[in-house]
């Protein structure tokens, strides 16, 4: 399938359910009470579901299981609500993908969505736009699996030996996951900001303006591979070196603290949902 054809199917892929850009405008109702809150989540059996699941999961819960809705959007608070709904909305809109274990990719996705999450309140950042395009940045790679599996099958054998994952999807179809990644974006009405986020996430300096949210998926990317490497005493000059290394003016009080606690958290939110 050529790059034009695999463009043209975005257009094709769901919007945002109705049911879920109805819930999200009560999550962001700053007048809603708990109760309102509730009552809409009730409504979606499989959002329900999830909402009991992550707020009984370690990184959220506490000793005491909670067993009703209520209770549970009271311990996750919302801005937690706000970014459940959304990424539950993004794992049930894209297609089911062969080969692809979505445990383990949605538990990266997490992963990095947390630190991206962190670290942009440090630099000026929207926590929860950052948060967002953390859960968006790998869309790509389950459409191009979705719509053209033995494509993904050889970008897969292809990263599997060494070879530059993104410089392969230009070559073999044009161009990469992070442009269909941001297709659907814009597709989905997110912000620009967000959409070049996505585009320039590994190459971030060549976004015109400068995309932080970009810089911010370099950089959480960084900890998540390196991060068990570095000396706990040697951690945060290499954050911070690595941060102005890519474009941004982080404040690094407590930091290092913070993410070492999130190691972990993103795979786990990852299994309770997916």
């Not at 410089?167 to 974006?185: K, N, Q, T, W």
């Not at 945060?236 to 999130?262: F, H, N, V, Y």
Request: with cysteine; net charge negative.
């Amino acid at each position: 399938m050529d790059s034009a054809a695999l463009l043209s199917r975005v257009d094709d892929l769901p919007r945002l359910p109705k049911a879920i850009s109805e819930l999200l405008e009560v999550v962001n109702d700053d007048n809603a009470t708990v109760k309102n809150i509730a009552t809409k989540v009730s409504h979606d059996p499989l959002i329900s579901a999830k909402v009991l699941r992550l707020a009984n999961c370690a990184h959220y819960g506490h000793s005491r299981e909670v067993g009703s809705i209520d209770e549970a959007v009271v311990r996750l608070g919302m801005q937690t609500l706000r970014t459940l709904v959304l990424a539950s909305a993004v794992m049930g809109s894209v297609p089911k993908c062969q080969g692809v274990d979505l445990a383990q990719f949605w538990g990266q996705t997490f992963e990095i969505a947390l630190y991206c999450q962190e670290m942009a309140k440090r630099c000026g950042v929207q926590p929860d736009e950052a948060f967002t395009c953390g859960i968006l940045h790998r869309i790509g790679d389950l459409l191009i699996a979705a719509i053209s599996p033995e494509d993904a099958e050889k970008i897969t054998e292809a990263v599997a030996q060494g070879k530059d994952k993104h410089a392969f999807e230009r070559e073999l179809l044009g161009y990469d996951s992070p442009d269909i990644g941001a297709l659907l974006a814009k597709n989905w009405k997110f912000t620009p900001a967000l959409v070049q986020g996505i585009l320039y996430q590994d190459h971030p300096k060549d976004s015109n303006p400068f995309s932080k949210l970009a810089a911010l998926l370099c950089l959480a990317y960084k900890v998540l591979e390196e991060w068990d490497s570095i000396d706990d005493d040697d951690k945060t000059s290499w954050l911070s070196q690595l941060a102005t290394k890519k474009g941004l003016k982080m404040e690094m009080g407590g930091l290092r603290a913070k993410l070492t606690e999130l190691r972990g958290a993103g795979f786990e939110i990852g299994k309770a949902l997916a």
